[in-house]
C-alpha cells in the first residue's frame, strides 16, 4: 500500500488500487522495462482519483465480481494519462507533477506515438467490459476531443461566455470523472437511485476539479503547479473567475480586458502577473472561491447515505472533496466578509 | 399558362447556371434560363480565374476572355510566405483577372449561341408536385407564369433566396463571408502574381480574413478585403477596413506610392458553406449550393463545375438526377458535403486558421499542413489507390467514405482534411481495405453484402494507419509565441485525437475478442514507432510484429472466417511483407518481389489474381502470380527478415 493511498478510508479499495496501480505498471512495461516514454505513468506523485472513484462507487453496489472492475479503472487512468502526453505537447509544457512532461523529455513525436498507444491500450483493458458500458466510453472519448477543441477554438476569445466554458469544463476534464462514476456503478451493480447520485457526484466533483486548478493558476505559487503561473492568462483560456471579473464594470475589469487583448498577442511576465492582481481586484477569486465551495457542498450532498455495506466508500468519497477543498481553498487569500450576491443559479453548472 | 415542357429551367444566369445551360443545351435538351437583371451587368468579385476555373470555361468553349494573366498566388502572412504557382496547376497554367461584367455576358451568350434561350425575370418561387420540383412562377414584364421544367437547376448566389426556395431553403441562416473591394491604378508594373496578406487587423483585434491585390492591367488592380462573418467582425466597416489596406499597402509597396481610387468601395456576401441539399428535381449550383472555398472565398471554379455537374447528372440520370449530381460533386469537391451541414461551425474554423493558423496557410510541412494546402487550392483530387479492381475499389471507398463522415461530425474541416489526407501517397491509404477486398474476390465472396461490423472494423484498421502516419509526421512547432497557437502541430493532434476516437468507438462495437485483438496490435504498432524513436528503448518482437497482425486481421475479414482459424501459410506471408512495408516504410526490392510471386503461386488461382492486383497497386510496380520454376531462385533471395517475422 503506498502513502497515495493512504487518504482511502476503505481497505477493500485500497488493496484494489494496488492491483490497479500493478496493471497500470504491466501495461507502461508490457513485461519488460518501463520504456523512458511510459515513466510518467508510474510516476508516485500520480494521485489516481480517477481509478479510486471507480473502485468506490463499485463498493456502493452489491457485485463483488473484481476483475472488470480492476481492468477498468487501470483503464480509466490510461486514458487520462494519454490525454496528459497529448495536452503537454499542445501546450509545449515542459513539465508535468514536477518532472519533465513526456514530450520534454522524448520529443513531440514520441509524446504523441506513446499517447496514441495508450489510447488503444485502454480498448484492450475495457474490451470485455458489459457493451452499454463501452458505448459510454466511446462517447466520452469525443467528448474529451470536442472539450480540448473548443477550449482551442476560444482561446483568446474575449466574447466568450461562461456558459461555453463550462461546457469545456464539463467535457474536458467532468467526462473522466463521470465516466468514472459510470462504470463503477455498472459494474458493481449500484441500484439505479444511488448510482445516479455517484454520476452526479463524479460531474460536480470533475467541475470542481477543475475550477480549483483554474483558481490556482490565478493564484498558487509556482512551485506547487509545476507549470509557469498565469498561463491561462498568457494563453488566451479565460477561466470562469477571470470571465466573472471582465463582466464588472470597475477601473480593474476595464483594465483587464485591455490587459488581455495584448497579453494574447505579445506575452509578457509583467503583463500576466498584473493581470492576476487586476483578476482579484475585480473579484474574480472571491467569487470563483464561493462557487467553488457551493460546487464542492453539491458534490458531498451526492453521496449516497449510509448503508452498512458502503460506509468506508463513503467516508473516502467525502475525503476526496475535502482534500479538493483545503488544497484549493486554503491555500488562496481569505474572502472578504462581504456576502457577494452570486447569481449562482445560472452557473451551477447545470448546462445540458 | 405554362410553357411548352422544357428539359432544364435554369434560374440565374452567372457562371454556375451558364455552364448548366450550355452543357445541358450541347445534350440536346431544351433549355430556359432566367435571371433577375438585364445582361452585362457588374458583379462585386475578386474577379480572378483559377487554372481550373479557365479549364471549366474552356469546356464551355470560350476561349480568349480579355483580361491580366496571372502566374500564380503570393500568400504573405506577416514574415511568411507561401508561393502557389498556377504552372503545377492543371491545364491551362496560368489564371486570368478578368471583369465579371464581361466574363458572365460572354458566358451567358455562349449558352444561348448553341440554343438555351433567355429572358430577363424574377423567380418568385419554386412549384410543386408532392415531393418534387416541377417549376418556377417567373415575373417578367410581361405578367407572371408557371414554367414548368422536368429539372430545375438553380443558381442565384449567395443571396439564399428564401422566398425562392420555400420549403427548400435551409431553416438555419447561412454563414457569410463579406468582402469589399474597389479598383485602383498603380504606378509601374501592377504584377502578374495575385496577392493575398495576412493577418487582418481590426482595433488590436485579429479578423478572420485577408486582404488581396488582384492585379487586372499593366497599371490597375483590384484590391479589397474579405472577412469571415464572426462575432468578431460583425461591427466592421468593411470600407474602414479597404481604405486601411490601402494605406498599408502604400506604406510599404512602391505601386501604391501615389495611389488613384479609380472606383467605389463596393461590397457583397458569400455564403461559404453547405447552404442548400438537392432535392428531387432541384440541383442548387454555385454559391447557392455553398460551394465556395472556405478558405479563399473563391467560388468561380467550383460554380462552373457544379453547374456542368449537374448538366451531367441531369442527362445520364433523368430519373435520378440528383444522387448523381450529388455523387459527382463529393468525387470532384471533396471538400463539399451535404452532410447534416453545421453551418456556423464550418466556417469558424477555416475562421481560425486564417486568424491564428499562421503557419498553416503559408506552410505544407508535414501530412496535415499539406493536406490543408491541397484543400485551400482546390486540387484536383487524385487518390493513390486507383487501379484496385472494382469490387476492390469498392471496399476502398467504403472505408474512405466512412473515415470522411466521422472526422466531418467532429469538425466539418476535419472531414475536408480527411479527404485530401487519404489520397497521399505517403500514408497509404487503404492498404488493409485492399488486402481484405482482395481475399473476398478471390475467394468468390464479392457479391455477399459487406456486413456492418466487418466494415466498421475495416475503416477502424485504415484509422488506426491514419493515426499512426499523423504521429510519425507530426511537424515540428512553429514560431511559438509562448502561448498555444493553431498551428500545424496542433492541428495534427486534433485530428489524430479525433481519428483514434472514432477507432476506438467502432472497435467498441464489435464482439470482445476481436476487439482486444485489433487494440493490442494497433498499441504494438504505435509502440513499436515510439520506441525506434526513442533512443533509451529498443522495440519488443510482439510490437515489430503488430503490423502484420493488422494485416491478417484484414484478411480474416476477407474470407469471413472466425478470427480463431487459422490461415494458409502464404496469406501469413504476404501479410508480412506487406507489415514490413508499412512498419519500416520501404518499398520491396526486386528479390522481395520474386518471393513474393513465388509465394502468390502457392495461392489458389482466382485469389493469387486477386492478391497480385493490389500488391501490384500498393507497391507500384506490377506483381504477377509467380511459377513454380521462380521457386528455386525465390528460395535464394528470400528474405530472411520474413522468416524472423513469422517465429513467435
Known amino acids: ?352 | 399558362m405554362t410553357d411548352p415542357s422544357l428539359d432544364v429551367l435554369v434560374i440565374g444566369a452567372g457562371p454556375a447556371g451558364s455552364a448548366a445551360a450550355y452543357h445541358a443545351r450541347r445534350a440536346g435538351l431544351r433549355v430556359h434560363i432566367v435571371d433577375a437583371k438585364p445582361f452585362p451587368r457588374a458583379k462585386t468579385c475578386g474577379d480572378a480565374l483559377t487554372p481550373r476555373a479557365l479549364a471549366a470555361i474552356a469546356r464551355m468553349d470560350v476561349h480568349d476572355l480579355p483580361g491580366h494573366r496571372v502566374r500564380g498566388v503570393v500568400v504573405r502572412h506577416e514574415a511568411a510566405m507561401h508561393y502557389e504557382d498556377f504552372g503545377m496547376h492543371q491545364w491551362p497554367r496560368y489564371g486570368l483577372v478578368v471583369s465579371r461584367t464581361r466574363m458572365d455576358v460572354a458566358l451567358l451568350r455562349r449558352a444561348c449561341e448553341v440554343g438555351a434561350s433567355f429572358e430577363v425575370g424574377y423567380a418568385q418561387k419554386l412549384c410543386l408536385n408532392g415531393d418534387r420540383i416541377i417549376g418556377a412562377l417567373i415575373d417578367t414584364e410581361n405578367g407572371t407564369r408557371q414554367v414548368r421544367a422536368r429539372h430545375v437547376v438553380v443558381a442565384t448566389g449567395s443571396g439564399l433566396a428564401r422566398r425562392l426556395l420555400g420549403p427548400a431553403a435551409a431553416s438555419t441562416p447561412a454563414v457569410w463571408g463579406i468582402a469589399g473591394r474597389t479598383y485602383v491604378s498603380v504606378q509601374g508594373d501592377a504584377g502578374d502574381d495575385l496577392e493575398t496578406y495576412l493577418p487582418l487587423m481590426s482595433d488590436n483585434r485579429l479578423l478572420s480574413g485577408y486582404g488581396w491585390v488582384f492585379p487586372n492591367g499593366p497599371h490597375s488592380v483590384n484590391i479589397g478585403v474579405g472577412v469571415f462573418r464572426t462575432r468578431a467582425a460583425t461591427a466592421l466597416s468593411l470600407r474602414t477596413l479597404v481604405e486601411r489596406f490601402i494605406r498599408e499597402r502604400a506604406s510599404v509597396d512602391r505601386r501604391f506610392a501615389d495611389v488613384t481610387v479609380s472606383a467605389p468601395i463596393e461590397s457583397s456576401a458569400i455564403a461559404v458553406g453547405p447552404v442548400i441539399a438537392p432535392r428531387p428535381g432541384f440541383l442548387p449550383a454555385g454559391d447557392l449550393a455553398g460551394l465556395a472555398n472556405p478558405f479563399t472565398g473563391e467560388g468561380i471554379a467550383a460554380a462552373l463545375e457544379s453547374g456542368e455537374l449537374a448538366a451531367q447528372a441531369i442527362v445520364a440520370a433523368p430519373d435520378d438526377a440528383t444522387d448523381h449530381y450529388r455523387a459527382a460533386l463529393s468525387d470532384r469537391l471533396p471538400r463539399h458535403f451535404r452532410l447534416r451541414p453545421a453551418l456556423s461551425a464550418m466556417h469558424e474554423r477555416p475562421a481560425l486558421l486564417l486568424r491564428r493558423g499562421a503557419d498553416l496557410v503559408t506552410s505544407d510541412e508535414g501530412t496535415v499542413a499539406c493536406s490543408l494546402q491541397q484543400l485551400m487550392w482546390d486540387h484536383e483530387p487524385r487518390p493513390c489507390d486507383r487501379g484496385y479492381a472494382p469490387e476492390i475499389d469498392r471496399i476502398v471507398a467504403l472505408a474512405r467514405a466512412d473515415i470522411i463522415a466521422a472526422s466531418y461530425r467532429m469538425r466539418p474541416l476535419f472531414g475536408q482534411l480527411a479527404s485530401y489526407l487519404m489520397m497521399l501517397p505517403a500514408v497509404g491509404f487503404g492498404w488493409y481495405a485492399a488486402f481484405a477486398g482482395a481475399v473476398r474476390a478471390g475467394t468468390g465472396r464479392s457479391g455477399e453484402p459487406l456486413d456492418h461490423d466487418t466494415r466498421s472494423l475495416l475503416a477502424a484498421l485504415e484509422l488506426i494507419n491514419l493515426v499512426s502516419a499523423l504521429h510519425r509526421d507530426l511537424p515540428v512547432r512553429e514560431r511559438s509565441r509562448g502561448s498555444r497557437v493553431w498551428g500545424r502541430q496542433t492541428l495534427s493532434l486534433m485530428i489524430a485525437d479525433t481519428l483514434t476516437a472514432d477507432a476506438l468507438k467502432r472497435l467498441y462495437k464489435l464482439e470482445p475478442a476481436v476487439a482486444a485483438r485489433v487494440a493490442a496490435a494497433a498499441r504494438g504498432a504505435l509502440r513499436h514507432q515510439a520506441a525506434t524513436r526513442s533512443s533509451a528503448a529498443s522495440s519488443a518482437p510482439q510490437d515489430a510484429r503488430a503490423e502484420t497482425d493488422l494485416f491478417l486481421l484484414a484478411a480474416h475479414v476477407g474470407t469471413g472466417l472466425p478470427f480463431a482459424e487459422a490461415l494458409p501459410n502464404f496469406v501469413h506471408t504476404i501479410a508480412a511483407r506487406l507489415g514490413v512495408m508499412r512498419r519500416d516504410g520501404v518499398v520491396a526490392n526486386a528479390s522481395d518481389l520474386t518471393a513474393l510471386q513465388e509465394t502468390l503461386s502457392q495461392a489458389p488461382d482466382t485469389l493469387g489474381q486477386a492478391l497480385a492486383g493490389v500488391l501490384s497497386v500498393i507497391m507500384q510496380t506490377p506483381v504477377a502470380v509467380g511459377t513454380h520454376a521462380d521457386a528455386a531462385a525465390a528460395m535464394a533471395a528470400e528474405s530472411s527478415s520474413i522468416h524472423r517475422d513469422m517465429r513467435r
Open chain 1, 1 to 352: 500500500m503506498t502513502a497515495r493511498h493512504a487518504w482511502i478510508g476503505d481497505i477493500v479499495v485500497r488493496r484494489q488500487l494496488s492491483a490497479v496501480e500493478q496493471l497500470i505498471t504491466h501495461a507502461a512495461g508490457l513485461g519488460g522495462d518501463c520504456p523512458p516514454f511510459h515513466e510518467q505513468l508510474l510516476a508516485p506523485e500520480s494521485k489516481r482519483l480517477r481509478p479510486a472513484l471507480v473502485l468506490l462507487a463499485a463498493r456502493f453496489g452489491s457485485s463483488s465480481a473484481e476483475s472488470p472492475l480492476l481492468a477498468a479503472a487501470a483503464g480509466i487512468e490510461l486514458l487520462h494519462e494519454a490525454t496528459l502526453y497529448h495536452d503537454d505537447i499542445v501546450d509545449e509544457a515542459e513539465q508535468r507533477r514536477s518532472r519533465r512532461s513526456v514530450q520534454k523529455a522524448c520529443g513531440p513525436v514520441t509524446a504523441a506515438l506513446a499517447g496514441g498507444e495508450l489510447l488503444f491500450a485502454t480498448a484492450e483493458l475495457f474490451a470485455e467490459l458489459p457493451a452499454a458500458v463501452r458505448h459510454k466510453i466511446g462517447r466520452a472519448g469525443d467528448r474529451l476531443c470536442h472539450g480540448q477543441l473548443r477550449e482551442l477554438e476560444m482561446l483568446g476569445d474575449l466574447s466568450c461566455t461562461m456558459r461555453q466554458r463550462l461546457r469545456v469544463m464539463r467535457d474536458k476534464t467532468a467526462t473522466l470523472f463521470t465516466l468514472s462514476a459510470h462504470i463503477g456503478t455498472a459494474l458493481g451493480q449500484v441500484e439505479p437511485v444511488a448510482a445516479a447520485q455517484l454520476v452526479r457526484f463524479g460531474k460536480r466533483f470533475g467541475l470542481s476539479f477543475q475550477l480549483a486548478d483554474d483558481l490556482l493558476d490565478l493564484s498558487g505559487p509556482s512551485r506547487q503547479l509545476g507549470r509557469p503561473p498565469g498561463s491561462d492568462l498568457r494563453d488566451g483560456v479565460y477561466t470562469l473567475p477571470i470571465l466573472h471579473a471582465l463582466r464588472r464594470s470597475s477601473p480593474a475589469a476595464r483594465q483587464l480586458r485591455a490587459d488581455l487583448a495584448h497579453l494574447h498577442q505579445a506575452p509578457q511576465a509583467s503583463l500576466i502577473a498584473r493581470a492576476r492582481t487586476l483578476v482579484r481586484q475585480a473579484g474574480g477569486l472571491e467569487w470563483g472561491h464561493a462557487l467553488l465551495t457551493r460546487w464542492l457542498d453539491m458534490a458531498r450532498a451526492e453521496i449516497p447515505p449510509e448503508t452498512t455495506i458502503n460506509a468506508g466508500a463513503r467516508a473516502s468519497l467525502l475525503q476526496l472533496v475535502d482534500r479538493l477543498r483545503t488544497t484549493a481553498l486554503d491555500r488562496l487569500p481569505h474572502p472578504t466578509a462581504r456576502a457577494t450576491s452570486l447569481r449562482l443559479a445560472a452557473h451551477d453548472g447545470s448546462v445540458a
